[in-house]
């Protein structure tokens, strides 16, 4: 079970990544969407993200009892399943999914980077919980950038 929750909370070791890893892990979520949204209706790629959210915290809980830091780097579950949810709920509009998913990524990592309020106030929460909520609120200030943007298209 150790390694499968380090396999996890690691977004299968993309975490370890030397550039950026919050980056890089971030794009673990796009060919998990795409393959679940591939074989199973709207409601079960719904499910697979909330599956995500609930299965990072207790990845998160786990590696945190490994680690001394409180938001170790190499730990992108949460960044995998708050952009996953990211693209599940962001209309495709007037763009093709090539378009928005590039314009998503971007707003999800600015917003991610930047921790706008709340986000850097439940990043302060303790354990798994802060780690997967601030990107979960990165994810609403990108939803609600990108649908600005369609509104303004």
Same mark, same amino acid.
């Given at each position: ?7 996890? @909370?690691? &977004?299968?070791?993309?975490?370890? %990544? %030397?550039?950026? +890893? ?5 794009? !673990? @979520?796009? +060919?998990? =969407? ?16 909330? &599956?995500? /959210?609930?299965?990072? =915290?207790? @990845? %998160? *809980?786990? =590696?945190?009892? /490994? ?7 190499? !730990?992108?579950?949460?960044?995998? #399943? #708050? ?6 709920? #962001? ?25 706008? =309020?709340?986000?850097?106030?439940? *990043?302060?929460?303790? &354990?798994?919980?802060?780690?997967? /909520? ?17 509104? #303004?298209?």
């Amino acid at each position: 079970m150790d390694r499968f929750y380090t396999t996890v @909370a690691t &977004g299968f070791f993309t975490g370890f %990544s %030397s550039w950026a +890893p919050g980056t890089v892990g971030t794009l !673990v @979520a796009i +060919p998990i =969407y795409f393959l679940v949204n591939l074989f199973f209706s709207k409601f079960v790629v719904l499910l697979v993200g909330i &599956g995500l /959210l609930v299965l990072g =915290y207790f @990845a %998160s *809980e786990f =590696y945190l009892s /490994l680690s001394e830091e409180k938001d170790p780097k190499e !730990v992108v579950i949460d960044e995998i #399943a #708050a952009f996953y949810l990211l693209i599940y709920f #962001a209309p495709l509009g007037t763009f093709s999914m090539i378009i928005k998913l590039p314009i998503l990524f971007g707003l999800f990592r600015l917003f991610d980077i930047i921790k706008l =309020y709340p986000a850097n106030l439940v *990043e302060r929460f303790e &354990g798994g919980l802060g780690i997967m /909520l601030d990107d979960l609120v990165a994810a609403g200030y990108a939803l609600v950038a990108y649908l600005l943007i369609l509104w #303004a298209l």
